[in-house]
């Protein structure tokens, strides 16, 4: 299996470009893993918010494969713990169906009820609201986290 970060929007400001590739970094040493970043929308200033959600959606949309198991980082979501997110990936690693895992970070406006509706998991890092690179990175840190806590290693303490 394999883990992609779909992401909207920028490609970050420099002050978390440096632990976001450290984590992705840490990450690849236990699995299969890519950022694929999609352009934000030129001139939105011309689009209503629902319209920025569509059209940020739908280009997500479009990477997802039949296969992939699709997990949207919302606030609405479901909250979990690092040792939960742990048993979360592992019970999705044995799933033979799956050829990757796929974590999606939407725009500055989040996702379209469309995509919402078929997304396999939707999950909450936090119900307060943060920049967008500091999600990337807090979410690469507990996805990095998880892999030790499966891994039985020294990182996270309970």
């Known amino acids: 299996m394999k883990i992609k970060l779909v992401i909207s ?5 420099d002050m978390y470009k440096t632990g976001i590739a450290e984590y992705e970094a840490r990450i690849k040493r236990y699995i299969p893993f890519e950022t ?4 934000g ?9 629902p319209e920025i959600k569509r059209i940020d959606s739908a280009k997500m949309s479009s990477l997802f494969s039949s296969t992939d198991i699709v997990v949207l ?6 909250e979990m713990t690092s040792s939960g997110l742990a048993k979360f ?21 989040g996702f ?25 990175l807090f979410f690469l840190e507990q996805l990095y986290r998880a892999f030790t806590i499966i891994n ?7």
Do not use: W
């Open 152 to 158: 039985h290693e020294s990182y996270h303490h309970d």
């Open 73 to 78: 980082l919302d606030e609405k979501g479901k």
């Open 9 to 13: 929007g920028k490609a970050g400001d």
């Open 36 to 39: 694929i970043r999609i352009p």
């Open 89 to 109: 990936l592992s019970q999705r690693f044995h799933s033979v169906s799956s050829k990757s895992l796929v974590f999606a970070i939407g725009g500055a406006y």
């Open 41 to 49: 929308i030129k001139n939105p200033g011309k689009l209503s918010i």
């Open 112 to 136: 379209d009820e469309l995509i919402l509706s078929k997304a396999d998991f939707i999950l909450s890092l936090s119900q307060m609201t943060f920049p967008h690179q500091m999600i990337r």
